[in-house]
């Protein structure tokens, strides 16, 4: 066990934790779960960073950094639909391209292949990131701006789902 693997725990217990302060009646409860889900995204960037620049990359952290990070993302956008701030296409969509990740993660693994985080997901990551935090941080937004910004979270997943299809093909099934 190492200090990224530890941030990387850590950021599993964010996800009840916003839920929770999410769904409180606590004042300013948005504000709180939304700073909470940008710690969530900051503890996901510095583990990856530590574990990069003191060589402590793992085959478990590989794995189980993006699961804490899907997790994450896959309860907020449920918490959201929960209270009527995103379209229930929105969840649709990213909760199919989540599981399909999932399942493509446990594949590859099986085979003992993990695949690292590329640009696109980690472009894909900060849409969804900033796209969300406006949503939950404004309660003032219309209909169409929250249908906006779920658009753009949607689009960016989709794009990076679309691009680690490709390479889960090519990787699981190269030609020879």
Request: charged share 15%; aromatic share 16%.
């Amino acid at each position: 066990m190492n200090i990224p693997n530890i941030i990387t725990i850590f950021r599993f217990f964010l996800v009840p934790l916003f839920v929770y302060v999410f769904f409180s009646g606590y004042d300013k409860n948005y504000m709180v779960s939304a700073g909470i889900f940008l710690l969530a995204g900051f503890t996901d960037v510095l583990d990856g960073y530590i574990a990069r620049k003191y060589n402590m990359v793992t085959r478990w952290g590989k794995l189980m950094d993006p699961l804490a990070d899907k997790l994450m993302q896959l309860a907020v956008i449920i918490s959201l639909w929960f209270k009527g701030l995103v379209p229930l296409w929105a969840i649709l969509v990213i909760f199919t391209k989540e599981v399909l990740m999932i399942i493509g993660g446990i594949v590859l693994y099986k085979d003992k292949i993990v695949v690292s985080a590329s640009w696109y997901g980690k472009a894909a990551t900060c849409l969804f990131y900033l796209s969300i935090l406006l949503i939950i941080v404004n309660k003032n937004m219309t209909d169409f701006q929250r249908a906006l910004l779920s658009g753009i979270a949607v689009g960016s997943a989709l794009f990076a789902f679309i691009r680690y299809s490709l390479n889960f093909k090519h990787i699981k099934y190269p030609k020879k």
